[in-house]
């Protein structure tokens, strides 16, 4: 599968943002999906996921409660909605694909990523 993810920008401390990762190729359904992060001089790190089915997510506590990730199976699309912006969520936005269950914060079990997108939020 092939991922293109879209949607970043330059945004206003506590404005909004919505990413969307477009997947080509069939069975999108097969995967489970995440967002994970990496700012300038820092290691990638895991934001949230959400299964194949959508039926269970999971998400870093340092945006829970802010960021929304969800998906539509029949558009082969996965979203995050990020609300109440901080400068610290300044970051390259790269979403994941694995068929892997489990241990979904650890990056290593994804096996195709997406390009990046950037999100840069000015205080």
């Known amino acids: 599968v092939q991922l293109q993810a879209s949607g970043g920008g330059l945004v206003q401390a506590g404005g909004s943002l919505r990413l969307s990762c477009a997947a080509s190729?069939?069975?999108?359904?097969?995967?489970?999906m995440a967002w994970f992060r990496q700012a300038s001089g820092k290691e990638r790190e895991f934001v949230t996921a959400?299964?194949?089915?959508?039926?269970?997510?999971s998400t870093v506590e340092s945006v829970k409660g802010r960021f929304i990730i969800s998906r539509d199976n029949a558009k082969n699309r996965v979203y995050l909605q990020m609300n109440s912006l901080k400068p610290e969520d300044t970051s390259v936005y790269y979403c994941a694909a694995t068929t892997i269950d489990g241990a979904v914060r650890f990056a290593y079990i994804y096996n195709y990523w997406g390009q990046g997108t950037q999100v840069t939020v000015s205080s």
């Open positions: 959400i299964s194949r089915d959508a039926g269970s997510t």
């Open positions: 190729g069939r069975s999108f359904s097969r995967y489970n």
